[in-house]
């Protein structure tokens, strides 16, 4: 499982719908706004590289601002339509609105032989955005539908985390999104905790 790629940006929630979710953080601060890991043009193509959605290389050069909104409208749309399935039963326009995004065809991908005689993917034709958002919801979509998976849906156990990822650990036993991130928080704090009450 990676933790972290391509900086801030992360790849460990299981499921690339569930990676996506994650490029919105809760206020670092109560009170405070939300952070923004997609906050430009280039930073979403570092994410659909990260995510595998992209080939290495690909320079998405077609990725700009309309395709950064589009890509968050996305992101809120799977935040609303995961959490409720967790709690209950998302809203029936939310499902009609991940489904028509999952109907556009995703870019075909083909393998190209390399000069040293591997092969790598490479798109077949530019993608366009549609079919790239396509292939987050159809992720969401194959999600939702699977009830092994939907059973390892869980939220981070983190103090300030929303975020939700897919527990596949061995008994099904995994705490936070992250044990190099919330996880090393949460040791950080009992560790200071521990501390606070040896000195009293």
Same mark, same amino acid.
């Given at each position: 499982?990676?933790?972290?790629?391509?900086?801030?940006?992360?790849?460990?929630?299981?499921?690339?719908?569930?990676?996506?979710? !994650?490029? @919105?953080? =809760?206020?670092?601060? +109560?009170?405070?706004?939300?952070?923004? #890991?997609?906050?430009?043009?280039? %930073? &979403?193509?570092?994410?659909?590289?990260? !995510?595998? @959605?992209? =080939?290495?290389?690909? +320079?998405?050069?077609?990725?700009?601002? #309309?395709?950064?909104?589009?890509? %968050? &409208?996305?992101?809120?749309?799977?935040?609303?339509?995961?959490?409720?399935?967790?709690?209950?039963?998302?809203?029936?326009?939310?499902?009609?609105?991940?489904?028509?995004?999952?109907?556009?065809?995703?870019?075909?991908?083909?393998?190209?032989?390399?000069?040293?005689?591997?092969?790598?993917?490479?798109?077949?034709?530019?993608?366009?955005?549609?079919?790239?958002?396509?292939?987050?919801?159809?992720?969401?979509?194959?999600?939702?539908?699977?009830?092994?998976?939907?059973?390892?849906?869980?939220?981070?156990?983190?103090?300030?985390?929303?975020?939700?990822?897919?527990?596949?650990?061995?008994?099904?036993?995994?705490?936070?999104?992250?044990?190099?991130?919330?996880?090393?928080?949460?040791?950080?704090?009992?560790?200071?905790?521990?501390?606070?009450?040896?000195?009293?």
């Amino acid at each position: 499982m990676a933790a972290m790629a391509f900086g801030d940006l992360r790849f460990d929630a299981g499921r690339v719908c569930l990676d996506l979710a !994650a490029t @919105l953080l =809760p206020p670092r601060v +109560p009170g405070g706004e939300p952070v923004e #890991r997609l906050d430009t043009p280039q %930073r &979403l193509r570092d994410w659909l590289t990260g !995510a595998g @959605l992209a =080939p290495a290389g690909c +320079p998405l050069r077609a990725a700009d601002d #309309r395709w950064l909104d589009r890509f %968050r &409208l996305l992101r809120d749309l799977l935040r609303r339509v995961v959490g409720a399935e967790l709690t209950g039963r998302a809203a029936d326009r939310d499902i009609d609105a991940l489904n028509a995004l999952a109907a556009a065809a995703p870019p075909a991908v083909r393998a190209v032989r390399t000069e040293d005689g591997g092969l790598v993917r490479r798109f077949a034709a530019v993608p366009d955005c549609a079919g790239l958002l396509s292939a987050v919801a159809r992720d969401a979509v194959d999600l939702l539908t699977d009830p092994t998976a939907r059973g390892q849906l869980r939220q981070c156990a983190g103090d300030s985390c929303s975020l939700v990822y897919l527990d596949t650990s061995r008994g099904r036993r995994r705490r936070w999104c992250s044990s190099e991130v919330c996880g090393n928080r949460e040791r950080v704090a009992r560790h200071r905790r521990r501390a606070v009450a040896a000195r009293n």
